[in-house]
């Protein structure tokens, strides 16, 4: 399994700033996810991070508020923009298949005042 | 559109106590997997079962994978806190479709 890193931790931020979270991998992937998990809520993926090419986000997430990076295969930043309380969660990155196991980061957890 | 149910919800028990939670698919899945998410952590994978009926061990946890590929159950015999945490069952939805994720449970053992 790869391990995975991702900065920073936590974060309280003001609304209507951005936050760019980075997740880093010690083995080249090919596939990479981005995950939000909201109090009280199940995980909800956000979008896949291709390498080479724009990111391929789910229903009800778009690239202007969750602009996405994947520079090469072991790097990926996620940024959340124009946030508001509502974007308080833990933000995950994960690699592995889609639909099959994946292995996750640490987790971000931001708080929006 | 396939449903996953995990119950129950919450659970709190006193340490050395045994306990089973429970993972329902609305559909028969391909195979299966049991993460542990601790507060502040992100999720660590357990086990993945794949062949119906199939029992797996890792220490004190049991986890069993139903003849008819809809369920599994995790059974942890003589709980300690260092089980605390959210126990997650995403199935493999394979074809390249997106994991399912349930609510979990979540496990509180107190010393």
């Known amino acids: 399994s790869a391990v995975i890193s991702q900065k920073p931790s936590r974060d309280i931020c003001q609304r209507g700033t951005s936050l760019t979270i980075q997740c880093q991998v010690d083995?080249?992937?090919?596939?990479m996810f981005w995950y939000r998990q909201q109090p009280g809520q199940s995980l909800t993926l956000i979008a896949t991070?291709?390498?080479?090419?724009?990111?391929?986000?789910e229903s009800g997430f778009v690239i202007d508020k969750f602009p996405i990076s994947r520079p090469n295969l072991t790097f990926s930043t996620l940024t959340v923009s124009n946030m508001s309380p509502e974007d308080s969660s833990i933000y995950l990155c994960?690699?592995?298949?889609?639909?099959?196991?994946?292995?996750f980061g640490p987790g971000t957890r931001l708080l929006v005042l | 559109t396939q449903l996953l149910e995990q119950s129950p919800q919450f659970l709190s028990i006193q340490e050395g106590e045994n306990l089973t939670v429970y993972c329902n698919s609305s559909?028969?899945?391909?195979?299966l997997q049991w993460y542990r998410q601790e507060p502040g952590e992100g999720p660590v994978l357990l086990v993945t079962?794949?062949?119906g009926g199939e029992v797996k061990k890792l220490k004190r946890l049991t986890f069993q994978f139903g003849d008819a590929r809809k369920d599994s159950s995790l059974h942890i015999t003589a709980a300690q806190p260092g089980d605390t945490g959210l126990y997650l069952c995403?199935?493999?939805?394979?074809?390249?479709?997106?994991?399912?994720w349930g609510l979990g449970t979540s496990l509180a053992v107190n010393p």
């Open positions: 079962v794949v062949t």
């Open positions: 994960s690699v592995g298949r889609q639909g099959e196991t994946q292995y």
């Open positions: 083995s080249q992937v090919t596939m």
């Open positions: 991070a291709n390498q080479g090419s724009e990111a391929t986000y």
């Open positions: 995403p199935p493999n939805a394979g074809n390249n479709r997106k994991l399912i």
């Open positions: 559909s028969v899945v391909s195979s």
